[in-house]
């Protein structure tokens, strides 16, 4: 049974099944939630630091690390 938002309705007896269901519904979305939060650090953890400085006016290679280290950052988020 999928999460309804709007359970239980009002003025109805308690029955403790359809609240099992919806706290089994809501476990599961937070459960999956938390795969995607998991697969998204572990992504992010792959991506290795810069440690740089960057000069004053900066070169085109410096600014270029910053936009594909961007890339991978941005890359990571969306695929999950």
Sequence with gaps: MPYDPNFPPDNQPLNAAPFRDQ???????????????????????????????????PTVNEVQSLVYQMDAILAAMQSV
Aim: hydrophobic share 45%; charged share 15%.
């Design 23 to 57: 706290n089994n519904a809501l476990k599961a979305l937070n459960d999956a939630q938390q795969t995607k939060w998991d697969t998204l650090a572990a992504q992010l953890a792959n991506i290795t630091p810069l440690n740089m400085t960057v000069s004053d006016p």
